[in-house]
């Protein structure tokens, strides 16, 4: 079965640093995978998504990830971490090509030291 | 364009009430999604609709949970009666086809039942 393993529950990163996230991914086919934001109160907000050729994306906010098939990760990435990043953060796979149904990692908070 | 509306945005019930939630996907998105996501974990979906057609309630509690998109617009999703596990957000999602690709993420409606 398909799933999402996050294996950091909460970061604390001061404000200028790197920051690296960390998804790990069980699938048997090509993965559709996807990391998601959300602020407190707020809905997710796509930052970026992989399918298929280049395996370092570029999405929005200056995030960035790159997929690994041999180690099945995905990790999210950004060389300078703003105070406004502070948020959770989510990797998804998708759990069928056909139906586009999500699976979602436990997420990982984010948090932002000044 | 508008995004995806839910509301309401918070509800306070005891368990064994009912409760119902609604949601407007974004104009011409034939896909609608209901998720769940309890205090420390990822979303996970309940119900997937293609127009006005379950794709997807595997894991929907049927004894409790049901949903609808009648007129393959806007849909509810209600549950009754409620337990104290039924505490969550249920975040209402959209894509604009039934495959994968972006789904846009309304706000959500928080549940706590007491």
């Known amino acids: 079965a398909q799933s999402v393993t996050q294996p950091d529950i909460h970061i604390t990163v001061s404000e200028g640093a790197s920051l690296e996230l960390r998804c790990n991914y069980s699938?048997?086919?090509?993965?559709?995978l996807f990391w998601y934001v959300q602020s407190p109160g707020q809905g997710l907000q796509l930052l970026l998504k992989?399918?298929?050729?280049?395996?370092l994306v570029q999405g929005i906010k200056g995030f960035e990830a790159e997929f690994k098939r041999s180690q099945s990760s995905f990790n999210l990435r950004k060389p300078s971490v703003h105070w406004s990043d502070a948020a959770e953060y989510f990797c998804?796979?998708?759990?069928?090509?056909?139906?586009?149904?999500?699976?979602f990692g436990q997420g990982t908070t984010l948090q932002v030291k000044p | 364009e508008a995004g995806v509306a839910q509301s309401p945005r918070y509800k306070i019930i005891e368990k064994r009430q009912s409760v119902a939630f609604w949601c407007n996907p974004i104009?011409?998105?034939?896909?609608l999604y209901w998720y769940q996501q309890i205090l420390g974990q990822g979303p996970k979906l309940l119900i997937q609709?293609?127009?006005?057609?379950?794709?997807?309630d595997s894991q929907l509690p049927k004894d409790r949970f049901s949903a609808e998109r009648l007129k393959g617009v806007d849909s509810t999703l209600k549950i009754q009666p409620a337990k104290l596990e039924d505490s969550a957000v249920y975040l209402c999602?959209?894509?604009?086809?039934?495959?994968?690709?972006?789904?846009?993420f309304g706000p959500g409606t928080r549940l706590l039942v007491l």
């Open positions: 992989y399918f298929s050729g280049d395996t």
């Open positions: 999602a959209s894509s604009l086809l039934i495959r994968v690709e972006t789904q846009y």
């Open positions: 998804a796979v998708a759990g069928s090509s056909n139906t586009g149904k999500l699976i």
């Open positions: 699938y048997g086919a090509t993965p559709y």
């Open positions: 609709f293609q127009n006005n057609g379950v794709v997807d």
């Open positions: 104009s011409g998105h034939a896909t």
